[in-house]
């Protein structure tokens, strides 16, 4: 079981860049999938980005493929979620996410701990 704990969201502009941070505490955080997924008003929960225990294998949705990264620091018991290049339609509460080393990382279902979330804002 780990904690999660999400910071850095915020109100910016259109082309702006955020990084948001995630601090774990547990033991087994370094053996979970982490990763982010986002809700935005009256739509569903949908998948980010994630990231495998050994940090060299990441997934992302194709919506910001190539503007976000997520990279961990396990030493930290952290894991960031860089976001460049951002657009109103990235508006949604951000949730930091752990699932257990085999799960299948773009699947809701695969996660079951979940943090309260961070509002990012993205104004045009």
């Known amino acids: 079981q780990v904690q999660l704990v999400e910071s850095g969201g915020g109100l910016v502009q259109a082309g702006d860049s955020l990084r948001l941070s995630c601090a774990a505490s547990g033991r087994t955080f370094s053996s979970k999938i982490m990763g982010w997924f986002r809700q935005a008003p009256g739509k569903e929960r949908e998948f980010v980005a994630a990231?495998?225990?050994?940090?060299?294998?990441?997934y992302y949705a194709d919506s910001v493929k190539g503007r976000f990264t997520i990279s961990r620091d396990d030493a930290k018991k952290t894991v960031y979620l860089q976001m460049n290049s951002l657009k109103p339609e990235d508006t949604a509460v951000y949730y930091c996410v752990a699932a257990p080393g085999f799960a299948v990382p773009a699947l809701t279902a695969s996660y079951d701990q979940w943090g309260q979330g961070t509002q990012v804002i993205v104004s045009s």
């Open positions: 990231i495998r225990w050994s940090g060299t294998i990441t």
